[in-house]
């Protein structure tokens, strides 16, 4: 296994791990039972519409104010992880039907302009579109836009990172499931795990704090790994984010691979014995924790056994041109056709606006998530 001595310590204490918000504030367990989770998110809502100036066009009709937008650059990807597609592979679109650099750039202006205030840049792997710099480029310079994210797997990311960073991108994913080499060859059908780890290094040496690490636990593959991911944020600005593992079409999703968010902060509490809970945002997809003394913090993204679909901002615009509301949700609408077909942005507006009106005030329990016809999660956008 690769030891966390890969990563070099640059943390004294906690203090120098800023949180991305004021609430990163500690309580304890006692105050926040774990079966109240919705209802202590909610109780730090705020009133969306008090929020700053915003179109109705993000508004649903459950009162959810949608201003996170994750846009797919390309279905392409350099790994095969096994929870992402089938072992055959996927078909791709074809490069005539996939957004181009313009049509993405026109469409987040629409979003932005609307009220959109964080995109994040997903795939398959975002990296490998030729022309990211430029798109990040022209996306940061979107007036109202705050955040401009990425999700990537870090095989190409370390050295086109400082690129990406002078070109407006301020914060980074990368995934990583897995400390041992061969288990990553395994998952991901390819090698790479040691490129990972050096993404992780570069992101945290160019000053992205937190640099975030999305880890999907599955049973008896990476679920005795997760104290040694606890264990990397230690000395380094980097968050967990340990993810329940999802079902999409032909990732052999089954309920007994499945470690639940309760199971896994078990195991973490037995072993670390200062954890605590700290205070989420009302969007959050995560509930967020810290051991005392650590630099870094751990998240649970707990999608299949505790939803959290009461605070859900995020929209999802995919490469072909698609415009999904809800990742689990099998409901696409095109955006490419009508503005290749010369429909106006107020046209454009009003299409986007009915399909989040459209969207549900939940998702399905996980059980009919599974039985529900959705595409590959390539297809779809990390």
Same mark, same amino acid.
């Given at each position: 296994? *690769?030891?966390?001595?890969?990563?070099?310590?640059?943390?004294?204490?906690?203090?120098?791990?800023?949180?991305?918000?004021?609430?990163? !504030?500690? &309580?304890?367990?006692?105050? +926040?039972?774990?079966?109240?989770?919705?209802?202590?998110?909610?109780?730090?809502?705020?009133?969306?519409?008090?929020?700053? %100036?915003?179109?109705?066009?993000?508004?649903?009709?459950?009162?959810?104010?949608?201003?996170? $937008?994750?846009?797919? $650059?390309?279905?392409?990807?350099?790994?095969?992880? !096994?929870?992402?597609?089938?072992?055959?592979?996927?078909?791709?679109?074809?490069?005539?039907? +996939?957004?181009?650099?313009?049509?993405?750039?026109?469409?987040?202006?629409?979003?932005?302009?609307?009220?959109?205030?964080?995109?994040?840049?997903? =795939?398959?792997? %975002?990296?490998?579109?030729?022309? &990211?710099?430029?798109?990040?480029? !022209?996306?940061?310079?979107?007036?109202?836009?705050?955040?401009?994210?990425?999700?990537?797997?870090? &095989?190409?990311?370390?050295?086109?990172?400082?690129?990406?960073?002078?070109?407006?991108?301020?914060?980074?994913?990368?995934?990583?499931?897995?400390?041992?080499?061969?288990?990553?060859?395994?998952?991901?059908?390819?090698?790479?795990?040691?490129?990972? #780890? /050096?993404?992780?290094?570069?992101?945290?040496?160019?000053?992205?704090? %937190?640099?975030?690490?999305?880890?999907?636990?599955?049973?008896?593959?990476?679920?005795?790994?997760?104290?040694?991911?606890?264990?990397?944020?230690?000395?380094?600005?980097?968050?967990?984010?340990?993810?329940?593992? #999802?079902?999409? @079409?032909?990732?052999?999703?089954?309920?007994?691979?499945? *470690?639940?968010?309760?199971?896994?902060?078990?195991?973490? /509490? !037995?072993?670390?014995?200062? +954890?605590?809970?700290?205070?989420?945002?009302?969007?959050?997809?995560?509930?967020?924790?810290?051991?005392?003394?650590?630099?870094?913090?751990?998240?649970?993204?707990?999608? #299949?056994?505790?939803?959290?679909?009461?605070?859900?901002?995020?929209?999802?615009?995919?490469?072909?041109?698609?415009?999904?509301?809800?990742?689990?949700?099998?409901?696409?609408?095109?955006?490419?056709? %009508? +503005?290749?077909?010369?429909?106006? @942005? /107020?046209?454009?507006? /009003?299409?986007? =606006?009915?399909?989040?009106?459209?969207?549900?005030?939940?998702?399905?329990?996980?059980?009919?998530?599974?039985?529900?016809?959705?595409?590959?999660?390539?297809?779809?956008?990390?």
């Amino acid at each position: 296994m *690769v030891s966390v001595r890969s990563l070099k310590p640059i943390c004294e204490s906690s203090s120098a791990f800023p949180s991305e918000s004021s609430n990163d !504030q500690a &309580i304890t367990s006692d105050s +926040l039972d774990r079966s109240e989770s919705k209802t202590y998110a909610n109780s730090f809502a705020e009133d969306p519409l008090k929020a700053s %100036p915003v179109s109705d066009m993000l508004l649903d009709s459950f009162g959810r104010l949608h201003t996170y $937008l994750r846009i797919s $650059l390309t279905e392409r990807c350099n790994l095969r992880c !096994q929870y992402c597609m089938p072992a055959e592979g996927v078909d791709l679109t074809s490069n005539p039907l +996939l957004l181009s650099q313009n049509e993405i750039v026109r469409l987040a202006n629409l979003f932005v302009s609307s009220g959109v205030d964080k995109i994040r840049l997903t =795939g398959g792997e %975002p990296t490998i579109r030729k022309d &990211i710099e430029d798109i990040c480029l !022209q996306l940061s310079n979107l007036k109202g836009l705050k955040t401009l994210a990425i999700t990537t797997n870090g &095989i190409t990311l370390a050295r086109k990172l400082p690129k990406l960073k002078e070109c407006g991108l301020n914060a980074v994913n990368i995934s990583l499931d897995t400390l041992v080499p061969a288990k990553f060859e395994f998952m991901t059908r390819r090698k790479g795990h040691a490129k990972v #780890m /050096e993404s992780i290094n570069a992101a945290i040496d160019l000053g992205y704090n %937190p640099v975030k690490v999305n880890c999907v636990v599955m049973r008896g593959f990476n679920d005795d790994e997760i104290c040694d991911f606890v264990e990397l944020t230690r000395e380094r600005p980097i968050n967990v984010r340990f993810i329940e593992f #999802m079902p999409f @079409d032909g990732n052999v999703w089954n309920v007994k691979k499945l *470690v639940s968010y309760s199971e896994m902060l078990d195991k973490v /509490e !037995q072993q670390f014995k200062s +954890l605590k809970r700290l205070r989420d945002h009302p969007t959050d997809t995560a509930k967020n924790f810290r051991v005392d003394g650590f630099c870094g913090t751990v998240s649970f993204i707990t999608s #299949m056994t505790e939803h959290f679909c009461a605070g859900c901002n995020r929209l999802r615009l995919l490469a072909d041109g698609n415009f999904k509301v809800c990742l689990f949700g099998p409901s696409e609408v095109s955006l490419r056709d %009508p +503005l290749r077909s010369g429909v106006d @942005d /107020e046209g454009l507006k /009003e299409i986007i =606006g009915a399909a989040v009106k459209r969207k549900k005030a939940s998702h399905s329990g996980m059980f009919d998530i599974a039985k529900t016809a959705n595409r590959p999660m390539i297809h779809i956008g990390g």
